[in-house]
């Protein structure tokens, strides 16, 4: 079931993308908004208490209506509530016209247009960045939103759907990633109720856990269809310089399977303008880190990135497909 509810959901993700103004996104806002409001009181085990609400009683939700679904009605509308599940969580078209869009800029030469769409996806100010770092920046917040939208997600939901629990593995990751960056963002804004420190604290940590195994999982997917090892060595030895650690992971592992410079000076927001992309990570979190070994960002390294990115999504489907295979025969 696994294999063909992700196989329909990227299909139809790329023929028809949510967009970015649909109400679910509005949904998750107002949910993690409430959450906040009528649990976090300030104390630890308040944060954590939000937390939970936020992000468990939805996942505890999707499960129990594919487990409903599945005892009640049978396997299929188990598969398309699987499929339906996917496709609002997953898929490269949450974030791919931002790079799309950079990428066609700095091959026509017009670097201008590249430093505003690229402080615009971010909230940052990239008005001085020389082409390099334009390009370095891309891949790098491009790589982490791939990882973010895509591969982590289906890494937590083949987790969870192998032990039975359907597709609570996606609503479980993103919702997970989506508190975090959410209730940091929130400090940024004038509000007239503002996420305690222990709530960004349980949120962060509960990421970081979560997002511990699929990180992992997707460096070790670029080394597989990149230079192996360039990227393990990469991965072993440079990704205790980016600041996030699983971050650092993903981000070593790439630079040693294309072989580019990444990390270095980190980008600073523009200050209070809204809210940033909700599909945009926040790349070092504005600390700078040291750059790992590689030739300079060049525009070659988007195109080999973008390769990258797609045989990686070709060993997960192909992987599963065979495993699918494997048990039907058994």
């Known amino acids: 079931m696994s294999f063909f509810a992700i196989l329909v959901a990227l299909l139809l993700e790329q023929a028809r993308p949510l967009s970015s103004t649909n109400p679910i996104r509005g949904g998750l806002r107002a949910w993690a908004l409430s959450a906040s409001r009528n649990f976090d009181a300030g104390r630890p085990h308040h944060g954590w208490v939000a937390w939970t609400v936020a992000v468990l009683v ?142 960004q604290r349980a949120a962060s940590l509960a990421w970081t856990v979560i997002d511990w195994l699929p990180a992992r999982m997707t460096a070790l997917s670029f080394a597989v269809v990149g230079n192996f090892e360039e990227a393990i060595e990469g991965w072993r030895y440079h990704a205790q310089r980016f600041p996030n650690d699983n971050d650092g992971v993903i981000l070593a592992a790439t630079a040693g399977a294309v072989d580019v410079r990444l990390g270095g000076s980190a980008l ?54 065979l495993l699918s295979f494997a048990r039907l025969l058994g």
């Open 58 to 199: 939805p996942t505890l939700f999707v499960f129990g209506v594919h487990a409903l679904l599945v005892w009640g009605l049978g396997w299929p509308f188990g598969l398309l509530w699987n499929v339906a599940v996917l496709y609002l969580t997953l898929g490269f078209r949450q974030f791919s016209h931002h790079f799309t869009n950079i990428r066609d800029a700095l091959l026509d030469g017009d670097e201008v247009r590249a430093r505003e769409l690229l402080a615009r996806w971010q909230q940052v100010d990239a008005s001085e960045l020389p082409r390099s770092e334009v390009v370095r920046h891309v891949i790098e917040y491009s790589v982490l939103a791939a990882h973010r939208h895509v591969f982590g997600v289906l890494a937590c939901y083949c987790i969870l759907a192998a032990c039975g629990l359907g597709p609570a593995g996606a609503v479980l990751y993103r919702l997970t990633e989506f508190a975090s960056r959410y209730w940091s963002a929130r400090t940024n804004r004038a509000s007239a109720h503002l996420p305690s420190p222990s709530l």
């Open 268 to 321: 600073r927001a523009m200050g209070d303008s809204g809210f940033a992309d909700l599909g945009a990570p926040d790349v070092n979190e504005g600390v700078d880190s040291p750059s790992t070994p590689g030739r300079p960002p060049e525009n070659s390294h988007l195109a080999q990135v973008v390769g990258l990115v797609w045989r990686s999504v070709v060993v997960w489907v192909g992987l599963l497909a």
